[in-house]
């Protein structure tokens, strides 16, 4: 016997549509004030789903769901645009519609420099960009923009990289060559070396081009993403082909807006220390002399001066913290100047 689910679902859509209703008047609330804040409210949805997570339902499953109701009632509170680096297909659009989900307006630009100029502009409200990778490190394009702009860091996303072969080829047997960005193909080389050892390896700038050259070259094949063989309709003809399953790329969303203390925040900053003996020992000292654990920190040339660098740390802690405020009044005692890009709430990790 078949069960009449009509009630069920009547329910569920009734319910949902409540919920959303109830969230986009928070978010309205939120973004009268200046946009400051949206991601608490979709850390919290997410948390208030995931507490009657039940099999088949996943808490991986439920921060979708959560993310897609975050993402109607944002758009319902009011329309934004988000730009991030592109083309269609590839990583950074893939982190982007994980923080903002699938009804956000988006836009792919070109560069890492035209999406600062997007949200600097005001054409966008938010933007979504790479900082760094786990084995291949810091992405400097996005740290260097940092330097000459006033956008804060407003929220993080850490994204496991899995790539697939895809092809228009219906097995692997018919492929002659291979398509895909250096990065990418250097993290994938054991697996084509025992699987693919004689095919044609050809460089391209993205992923998503890769997928898009491969859809029209017919022994062809491209190391992408799998939203890239929905977009442009190829055949998986491998998956996870990645040599290491610890490759991530965290991103960084950008915005206008300081954001208020959650209690699980992180702050990052660039600096440039004093040349002097035991500079960089100064400036770290604080965060010993105060108990702030530092998550990272990375140098970069200063372009304007030769032999000289700037220190770009990320660290526990929200900026209006006490004791933050205590160990960034120290450290700037040790440096030429000291910025901070912002403070927003630490993503949680397994």
Same mark, same amino acid.
């Given at each position: 016997?078949?069960?009449?689910?009509?009630?069920? &679902? #009547?329910?569920?859509?009734?319910?949902? $549509?409540? %919920?959303?209703?109830?969230? =986009?008047? !928070?978010?309205?609330?939120? /973004?009268?004030?200046?946009?400051?804040?949206?991601?608490?409210?979709?850390?919290?949805?997410?948390?208030?789903?995931?507490?009657?997570?039940?099999?088949?339902?996943?808490?991986?499953?439920?921060?979708?769901?959560?993310?897609?109701?975050?993402?109607?009632?944002?758009?319902?509170?009011?329309?934004?645009?988000?730009?991030?680096?592109?083309?269609?297909?590839?990583?950074?659009?893939?982190?982007?519609?994980?923080?903002?989900?699938?009804?956000?307006?988006?836009?792919?630009?070109?560069?890492?420099?035209?999406?600062?100029?997007?949200?600097?502009?005001?054409?966008?409200?938010?933007?979504?960009?790479?900082?760094?990778?786990?084995?291949?490190?810091?992405?400097?394009?996005?740290?260097?923009?940092?330097?000459?702009?006033?956008?804060?860091?407003?929220? &993080? #996303?850490?994204?496991?990289?899995?790539? $697939?072969? %895809?092809?228009?080829?219906? =097995?692997? !047997?018919?492929?002659?060559? /291979?398509?895909?960005?250096?990065?990418?193909?250097?993290?994938?080389?054991?697996?084509?070396?025992?699987?693919?050892?004689?095919?044609?390896?050809?460089?391209?700038?993205?992923?998503?081009?890769?997928?898009?050259?491969?859809?029209?070259?017919?022994?062809?094949?491209?190391?992408?993403?799998?939203?890239?063989?929905?977009?442009?309709?190829?055949?998986?003809?491998?998956?996870?082909?990645?040599?290491?399953?610890?490759?991530?790329?965290?991103?960084?969303?950008?915005?206008?807006?300081?954001?208020?203390?959650?209690?699980?925040?992180?702050?990052?900053?660039?600096?440039?220390?004093?040349?002097?003996?035991?500079?960089?020992?100064?400036?770290?000292?604080?965060?010993?002399?105060?108990?702030?654990?530092?998550?990272?920190?990375?140098?970069?040339?200063?372009? #304007?001066?030769?032999?000289?660098?700037?220190?770009?740390?990320?660290?526990?802690?929200?900026?209006?913290?006490?004791?933050?405020?205590?160990?960034?009044?120290?450290?700037?005692?040790?440096?030429?100047?000291?910025?901070?890009?912002?403070?927003?709430?630490?993503?949680?990790?397994?």
């Amino acid at each position: 016997m078949i069960m009449d689910t009509t009630s069920f &679902e #009547k329910n569920i859509i009734e319910s949902l $549509s409540q %919920l959303t209703e109830i969230y =986009s008047k !928070e978010l309205q609330n939120i /973004i009268q004030e200046g946009e400051q804040g949206i991601f608490p409210v979709k850390a919290k949805i997410i948390s208030h789903l995931q507490q009657y997570a039940k099999p088949p339902l996943t808490q991986e499953l439920i921060e979708k769901i959560a993310t897609e109701i975050f993402s109607v009632a944002l758009q319902t509170a009011r329309p934004l645009k988000v730009a991030y680096l592109g083309p269609v297909g590839t990583f950074t659009h893939i982190a982007m519609l994980e923080i903002f989900g699938d009804v956000i307006e988006a836009i792919p630009h070109r560069t890492i420099s035209d999406v600062f100029d997007e949200v600097e502009t005001g054409r966008a409200a938010f933007g979504v960009v790479p900082i760094e990778n786990s084995t291949e490190g810091a992405v400097t394009y996005t740290m260097d923009e940092f330097l000459d702009t006033d956008l804060k860091i407003v929220s &993080e #996303k850490s994204l496991r990289i899995t790539y $697939s072969l %895809l092809s228009v080829c219906d =097995s692997i !047997e018919k492929i002659k060559k /291979i398509y895909s960005h250096p990065q990418s193909l250097a993290q994938c080389k054991n697996w084509l070396k025992a699987n693919l050892p004689n095919v044609e390896i050809n460089q391209v700038n993205s992923t998503a081009k890769a997928a898009e050259t491969a859809s029209w070259d017919k022994y062809s094949a491209a190391i992408a993403s799998n939203i890239s063989a929905k977009i442009y309709n190829l055949n998986i003809i491998a998956d996870g082909i990645e040599d290491s399953r610890q490759n991530y790329t965290r991103f960084l969303v950008l915005g206008k807006h300081d954001n208020p203390p959650t209690g699980n925040d992180k702050t990052s900053i660039v600096c440039a220390v004093k040349d002097q003996p035991g500079a960089l020992y100064k400036l770290l000292k604080p965060f010993s002399d105060h108990g702030i654990n530092m998550t990272m920190i990375e140098s970069r040339p200063d372009k #304007k001066k030769m032999w000289a660098y700037n220190f770009f740390i990320d660290f526990n802690g929200h900026r209006t913290d006490p004791v933050v405020q205590k160990a960034l009044e120290a450290m700037k005692q040790e440096t030429i100047f000291l910025k901070v890009l912002g403070s927003y709430q630490a993503e949680k990790h397994d």
